[in-house]
């Protein structure tokens, strides 16, 4: 079986008294587009610098396309790109001679994979344009593009649409999806707007307060939070027969506690209820359920920014 592309084991990090990472152990497969959400010092910025090496853990261990030992790691992290914080740009330079100077600092050989890898973020075009004259959105572009230099098979996108207007939003969010489509990179990104992230991911990492609460992917999300009439009433079972016979269907769950979720007819709350208080059943509780991303993670983690 491959390894996972990238898993931590039991990653700690202390700064004196305080726990930025508990034992946290994260796994992200290849071809996943992983969400990592968190709210603000939730742990999500320290857990991606240990990672692309700007930070050593206290304890627990960092393995990288299976490597995990310190030799192994240093030739792992040359098949990641990353941008951590604010990418590093020479204002005074174009955006290929900014590529040049990251590929030479990195040692990649040969200049093909500048108009290659600019070309790929759509920046191919700016010709004599100092990065300094580049909108918000541009700037991000070409950070995506010194992190894209050489290759990588692993993609680490720290907040990469703090300061974007809505249109740079949609542009990023459609650029990640096609680097993970068309080329089959494995991307990591943190974001705190949630409805982004809901938008492109296919697995997610809830992190709160340095641990990590649940790893859980798009399909699973999507069966959590679909939206479904939450009914209670007297006799459950019998609710269920008039579901399945005066309603045709039998697209409801009846949970332990005697609550029916029912998932088709959701929208036609009349019918429903009628169904059920002429059949002499006593409607206890219903109303409409189901969760965005956002709201899935407030519950998780309690309420509060997630800024």
Known sequence: MEPAVLATIDLTKKYKEQTALDHVNLVVEKGDIYGFIGQNGAGKST??????????????SVRLFGES????????????????????????MTAYDNLEVHRLLRGIPGKACISKTLALVGLQDTGKKKARNFSLGMKQRLGL???????????????????????????????????????????LISSHIL??????????????????????????????????????????????????MELGTRDYEVLQ???????????????????????GL????????????ESYFTKRVGGGSHD
């Open 257 to 279: 506690d005697g609550t029916i979720k029912l998932y088709s007819l959701y929208h036609d709350v009349r019918r429903v209820s009628m169904a059920l208080t002429s059949s």
């Open 69 to 92: 030992s310190e030799a192994g790691l240093i030739e792992a992290r040359k098949r990641v790109g990353a941008i951590i914080e604010s990418p590093t740009l020479y204002p005074d």
């Open 47 to 60: 857990l991606l610098r240990i990672v692309t090496a700007l930070a050593r853990p206290t304890s627990g």
């Open 145 to 187: 593009a010194i992190a894209l230099l050489g290759d990588p098979e692993l993609l680490i996108l720290d907040e990469p649409t703090n300061g974007l207007d809505p249109g740079g939003i949609v542009e990023l969010r459609e650029m990640v999806k096609k680097l993970n489509r068309e080329l089959g990179l494995t991307i």
């Open 195 to 244: 409805s982004e992230l809901h938008q492109m991911a296919t697995k997610y990492g809830i992190i709160h307060r340095g641990r990590l609460l649940e790893q859980i992917t798009y399909e699973q999300l999507n069966e959590k939070c679909k939206q479904h009439l939450r009914i209670r009433v007297d006799d459950a079972s019998k609710a269920a027969t008039v579901l399945d």
């Open 282 to 293: 006593v409607i206890e509780y219903f109303a409409p359920g189901g969760d965005d991303l």
